[in-house]
């Protein structure tokens, strides 16, 4: 069974500009998460989708994230226009219950960096 | 909001030592997950408590959850190369109505062969 995957693994942006974030979660998994860690910080949570549905975005920073998961398979995270705090490492995470304490397994992450 | 407090941050053992990671949450949970962290990976799966109390073992780890669900920690039993990268806790409420989990920091273990 493939595992959560996210793409690109790398982005190196300018201040100003605009970036897609795709994850693609593991094959009938309704529950998708977006975290993300800025250097130094620990793994915060930005939001969560129950198929099509933004279930909790209270984790997302401001309006220049928007967050789409169309058909409930796979996600976009953009970031326009991206700034210098933004760089960090984006997880995405997949679940497969609708319950808590449901394991969330994680993608390899993308790695952004605002110039 | 919530928090977890994980100590320490860094730990450097020779192989064949000891090596323990400590959690404390600022408010009671609902379960709590601990994943590892390679070098240059990601967050990897490996336990789940959700009972107060609770102890899991998975061959030389030991997990503990405290009586409380505000703490848990997780032991080793002689350290080896293939344990080194960073271990996290994170913490669910379900209280919160909210399937997020919030992370510890993360304590970065280095064994020296």
């Known amino acids: 069974e493939a595992g959560v995957t996210q793409f690109p693994s790398h982005s190196v942006i300018e201040k100003g500009q605009t970036v897609t974030l795709r994850c693609d979660p593991i094959?009938?998994?309704?529950?998708l998460y977006w975290y993300r860690r800025v250097m130094g910080k620990e793994i915060k949570f930005l939001l969560h989708?129950?198929?099509?549905?933004?279930?909790?975005e209270s984790g997302m920073p401001n309006n220049r994230f928007l967050a789409e998961r169309t058909g409930g398979t796979y996600s976009t995270l953009k970031v326009q226009p991206a700034e210098l705090e933004d760089s960090g490492v984006y997880f995405c995470?997949?679940?497969?219950?609708?319950?808590?304490?449901?394991?969330?397994?994680f993608g390899p992450g993308t790695r952004l960096t605002v110039l | 909001g919530q928090q977890v407090m994980q100590i320490p941050q860094y730990q450097h053992v020779q192989e064949g030592e000891d090596f323990t990671t400590y959690c404390n949450s600022s408010?009671?949970?609902?379960?709590i997950q601990w994943y590892k962290q390679r070098p240059g990976g990601h967050p990897v799966f490996l336990i789940q408590?959700?009972?107060?109390?609770e102890v899991k073992k998975q061959k030389r780890l030991t997990f503990q959850f405290g009586e409380a669900k505000k703490n848990s920690s997780l032991h080793i039993t002689a350290t080896q190369t293939t344990d080194v990268g960073t271990y996290f806790c994170?913490?669910?409420?379900?209280?919160?109505?909210?399937?997020?989990?919030?992370f510890g920091k993360g304590t970065k273990l280095s064994v020296i062969p």
């Open positions: 408010t009671t949970l609902s379960n």
């Open positions: 995470a997949s679940s497969a219950k609708t319950g808590f304490a449901d394991t969330q397994y």
């Open positions: 989708f129950v198929k099509e549905s933004k279930q909790d």
């Open positions: 408590l959700v009972k107060s109390g």
């Open positions: 094959s009938g998994h309704d529950n």
């Open positions: 994170a913490g669910q409420n379900s209280g919160a109505g909210s399937y997020q989990l919030t």
